[in-house]
């Protein structure tokens, strides 16, 4: 299969953005710049609705990859078809989160899931599991200003998310209008009044009713561009508001990021001006590349009608988005080649929101006794995980029969790394520390006077005992007499592949590489 072209994804991401920002003029009286404004005020609301991905798979390569590797052909079939549904989720004005929904894959079954979010952790409830999974955080406000602030040189800061969240908030709120501004509205594009029911409440919305194909998104592209970098006044304003902003922190939090005094008006029209110097022509060298881009063949593969967007927003007078249905379909030219392993992508979405900015209260997220932590998840092996699962739980039939992570794989080079060996009567013998690693059986202690080495198999259960130098072990406490004798060769020692994977109920085999050297392939199905 040939390499992929990474610069179609890159067009595809811009594409994206695009796709969810646009539309900015007046239409039927209603502002849409305003109306996507409105929502970065949002603080507080409640949804319930249902998101559906359907893949449709090019057969002709997935038979050749079946026929490679058929666990992954097995669990590809998994996820043609993929649905996740919200019950209900609110967020309220502390910023704390809570959904239940579930998740379903190729039609086995719903996996009930709840999701909780506060200042101090997140926290995952699956229908399977015995124990939650709680990963604990300071403050997803604090992480995510601070990762920008990184990025552009200057000090973490430490403070509340509450004052973090308002000025994030009005942070997005200053650069998200100059950038919404110059959004061009998609070709197709209508506004009605009507009464919907949201959440079972017939509502009186405005509904905005959009298309857009591919081939007006790849117009759309450049006609933003070609906005922004014609308003560079506007940019000057984004920029002054911008360093207003940042000065209007608490005292503590501008003494922490390293800033004195305020700028002067000059000293600030300065910073402004060499900001412009240095991002517009960037921006103009992009014009140049992206016009030649698009006399090229590939532009058409990207941008074709087999691109499509329909989607509805129901607004209600305060322009917050009340109800939404999507339905977004990715079959371009580029999908039709011969080695594409997709022919079609569609996302359909549909959501109600209401209560917005109301009175709106999600518990603080509890954290039981029995929870996993990160730590001990990054720890586990899969098979300990997946064996902790109620074997009756459709989590448990995903996870165990169709994706099988609990079995093991690992592959050693005769060339590279730590290599296999074989004897003059072709026996094949492995390094031993490194397979047990790849098991995950850690540890191993090595106790150099008597030459002895002692792990643990967590997924058999076996305490085995080795000693170099000799074929005698021991399983379990049982005496046990090997093929061969365990050896060393410099730092390393080796055990008869034999020996080792028969003990340990794994199976291997060798075969040659594209780079010329032999590969030693285990796998162990759990």
């Not at 646009?22 to 507080?44: F, R, T």
């Not at 200003?145 to 200057?154: C, E, I, K, P, R």
């Not at 032999?518 to 162990?524: A, E």
Request: proline residues 5%.
């Amino acid at each position: 299969m040939r390499k992929r072209n990474y610069r179609k994804i890159g067009l595809w991401l811009s594409a994206a953005l695009v796709l969810l920002l646009v539309g900015c003029q007046a239409i039927g009286g209603l502002n849409l710049d305003d109306m996507i404004l409105k929502q970065l005020e949002v603080k507080s609301a409640e949804q319930s609705g249902k998101v559906e991905i359907e893949l449709e798979l090019n057969d002709k390569v997935v038979l050749a990859e079946a026929a490679e590797d058929p666990a992954a052909a097995k669990a590809l079939e998994l996820f043609k078809k993929m649905t996740f549904t919200v019950e209900h989720a609110a967020i309220d004005s502390k910023n704390r989160f809570q959904l239940k929904g579930a998740v379903n894959f190729g039609g086995k079954g719903d996996i009930p899931i709840t999701l909780g979010m506060d200042e101090k952790a997140i926290r995952f409830d699956i229908a399977g599991a015995p124990e939650p999974i709680v990963l604990e955080i300071d403050s997803f406000s604090a992480q995510s200003l601070q990762g920008v602030l990184s990025d552009a040189g200057l000090p973490d800061i430490q403070s509340d998310d509450a004052d973090l969240t308002e000025w994030s908030r009005s942070l997005l709120r200053t650069v998200g209008t100059y950038f919404v501004h110059h959004l061009p509205n998609p070709p197709k594009i209508t506004v009605d009044r009507l009464a919907a029911p949201v959440n079972g409440t017939t509502t009186t919305l405005t509904k905005v009713h959009a298309e857009l194909n591919g081939e007006e998104l790849g117009d759309l592209i450049p006609a933003y561009l070609d906005n922004i970098v014609k308003d560079e006044t506007g940019f000057k304003e984004m920029l002054r508001q911008f360093l207003k902003a940042l000065y209007s922190l608490p005292p503590e939090l501008v003494e922490q990021l390293g800033l004195e005094e305020p700028p002067t008006e000059a000293e600030t029209e300065e910073a402004i001006n060499a900001g412009v110097e240095e991002l517009f022509p960037m921006l103009k060298e992009f014009q140049t590349n992206l016009a030649d881009f698009r006399k090229e063949k590939e532009w058409g593969q990207i941008f074709d009608k087999g691109i499509s967007l329909v989607t509805d927003l129901y607004v209600d007078d305060s322009l917050h988005v009340r109800k939404s249905n999507v339905d977004l379909t990715i079959a371009p030219a580029y999908f039709a080649e011969e080695d594409s392993p997709i022919r079609s992508i569609r996302i359909r979405s549909s959501f109600d929101i209401w209560n917005v900015n109301g009175d709106v209260t999600v518990p603080a997220v509890e954290v039981p006794s029995n929870a996993l932590t990160e730590q001990e998840l990054d720890a586990m092996q899969p098979y300990e995980y997946v064996r902790g699962l109620d074997e009756q739980s459709v989590l448990y039939d995903l996870l165990k029969n169709d994706l099988a992570i609990d079995d093991q794989s690992f592959e050693i080079s005769d060339e590279w790394g730590i290599p296999w060996m074989a004897d003059e009567q072709d026996n094949v013998y492995v390094p031993v520390r490194y397979s047990l690693e790849q098991f995950g059986n850690e540890p191993i202690v090595y106790t150099k006077k008597t030459k002895e080495i002692r792990f643990t198999d967590g997924a058999t259960s076996q305490e085995i005992v080795l000693h170099i130098g000799s074929a005698a072990a021991t399983v379990n406490g049982k005496p046990v007499t090997l093929k061969h004798a365990v050896f060393q060769d410099g730092p390393y020692a080796y055990i008869s592949a034999d020996d080792l994977f028969g003990l340990l109920h794994a199976e291997y085999s060798i075969a040659e590489s594209d780079y010329g050297d032999f590969v030693l392939s285990v796998t162990r199905d759990l």
